[in-house]
């Protein structure tokens, strides 16, 4: 299997303690997923193939149940930080401040990294002080940016690490928005150190060699993971 120029970080939605397959961001039309490499929607298996299958030592986990109705699956994510403990989990939960999402991962795993997801964090703060507990995720959707614009102009309240995700393009395997991108990866030079820029939303391995070359450090992959032969 080649490898891929940048990092991959592997990706599994989780709805009712399954995974789900992601397509386009409709998040009510997502159903149990169907993948060649595990039989069943098991979180457990299906997150240790994604992770073997790029060797990785990071993964995004995306609790719709909390997005979308404000019910973290805590028995599902504790059991999966446990098993995982080697690997550093990025948890999307519909965070809606640093606080919040800091006591959250805290309780339910040590090696878990809470994602600020712009579409729900309530107005701006500087995240630049938590550097290393968090990360940022700039959110798109077909309708433009979800949240409060001055995320984009403020770089200097950005962590280290940022993600711009296209909703719309997630599951699709048709390319990033190479223009949100850019956008993203010349406000974060403004930072010093300059914030480590992930793309996400349909990014495929023939993106990996142009996304490298922009600058861009890593993508979030799903799909792809699963098609790849």
Not at 19 to 34: K, S, T
Not at 138 to 167: A, K, N
Not at 179 to 186: F, G, H, P, S, Y
Not at 194 to 223: M, N, P, Y
């Amino acid at each position: 299997m080649q490898e891929w120029p940048i990092d991959v970080i592997p990706v599994i939605d989780l709805m009712s303690g399954q995974v789900v397959r992601a397509r386009a961001g409709q998040r009510e039309h997502y159903a149990p997923i169907q993948s060649p490499l595990v039989q069943g929607s098991d979180p457990t298996s299906m997150l240790e193939v994604l992770l073997q299958r790029c060797h990785a030592k990071k993964a995004y986990i995306a609790d719709l149940d909390a997005i979308m109705k404000d019910q973290i699956q805590s028995t599902c994510i504790e059991s999966l930080a446990n098993y995982f403990k080697d690997t550093e989990l990025w948890l999307d939960a519909g965070f809606t401040q640093f606080a919040e999402a800091h006591q959250a991962v805290r309780r339910h795993g040590q090696n878990l990294i809470p994602v600020l997801g712009t579409e729900t964090l309530i107005g701006l703060e500087d995240l630049s002080q938590h550097h290393q507990h968090c990360v940022l995720s700039l959110d798109f959707g077909p309708d433009g940016f979800r949240g409060d614009i001055g995320w984009l102009s403020c770089p200097e309240y950005w962590p280290d690490q940022v993600i711009v995700m296209t909703l719309d393009r997630v599951g699709i395997q048709e390319g990033p928005d190479y223009q949100e991108l850019k956008t993203a990866l010349v406000q974060s030079q403004k930072r010093l150190p300059a914030t480590r820029i992930f793309a996400a939303g349909g990014v495929t391995q023939s993106d990996a060699l142009k996304l490298k070359e922009l600058g861009v450090a890593g993508a979030l992959v799903a799909t792809a993971l699963h098609a790849m032969k």
